[in-house]
């Protein structure tokens, strides 16, 4: 009771939050009808069957098959912004502070969607409900890894105007990583960053990946901090460097289990990045698939290690001090 009080409480920061991934069964199902999308011959029949089948990932791809076919009901301005005012709306409750979103523009682009209306109905949903809640929100762009690296660099074209004018706040990269370590991309980051000299850059590493992946997105790509990384603890040299150059860990527990990274979240390594002094914060990466949203991240890290207030704060403040939001939203916060 106490506790479950005390961290919906917690001033909360999420930074591994795919919207696509925040579409729900039911959502899906009505816009695939509203929109006249036909799903596979092979797909449950109904949202309660849809739901049912998540329990059965066996590893990231398993995953990302089903993610992509949700991502082709997307088809309005109107479904972005209900999407993800769906997803603000819900974590409002769960005393989160600031978020920042990623899309992948790739998963729209390719069905002839322009980049411009994907971003202007996520963009309206975080306009009201800052005004609304006062939920601060940053817009993050990610690259499919498992596109040519043509693709990327013409994604990076299309988005140009966004980025250059900050609207884009930040480039990641994420879907199938073994077959796709970062080092690939290196050109693509170069040209984002050349694009905008204040593009803030992070990848997906260390999920499937080895701790390699991880020290490749940071040699290679710049990245100032890391999407999941909980491969890190397989080499103590990454995890020293991660303290020193704090470099926070975007970990996503409930993500973890239903995708087999780890049998359940106690297998995490949640302790030794406390011990060691490796920042990191918890997200929920794509909550409706997962079994849960960002409290429900926070409650079951809870379950397992029973932190203390201490362990909290320290992470509510690595969580903070990590955002990409504004420095006055910063002290406001912290
Ligand atoms: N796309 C959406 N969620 C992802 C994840 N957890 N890893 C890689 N790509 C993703
Ligand atoms: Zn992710």
Known sequence: ENEISFLTEIPKCEHHLHIEGTLEPKLLFELAEKNNINLPLNFPATHEELAASYNNFSNLQDFLDVYYIGCNVLINE????????????????????HTEIFFDPQSHTSRNLSIDLVFNGIKKACDEIFVEFGITTKII??????????????????????IKD??????????????????LFEQVYLKAKQLNPELRLTAHAGEEGDSSYITNALNKLNVERIDHGVRSIEDPKVIERLANEK???SVCPLSNVVLRVVQDVSQLPIKKFLDANVPFS?????????????????????RRFKLTKKDWAFIATNAILGSWCDEDRKTELL
């Open 166 to 183: 900050g609207k884009i706040h930040g480039l990641g990269l994420d879907s199938s990583e073994k077959p796709f370590p970062p080092e």
């Open 247 to 249: 470099i926070m860990l």
């Open 78 to 97: 109107d479904d972005f912004y209900q999407l993800t005012l769906e997803y603000l709306t819900k974590v409002s409750k769960q005393g989160l502070k």
């Open 141 to 162: 762009m990610c690259l499919l890894r498992h596109c040519s690296i043509d693709d990327c660099s013409a994604t990076l074209d299309l988005a140009e105007h966004l």
């Open 282 to 302: 918890i997200n929920s990466d794509d909550p409706a698939y997962f079994g849960g949203y960002i409290l429900d991240n926070y409650l079951e890290v809870q």
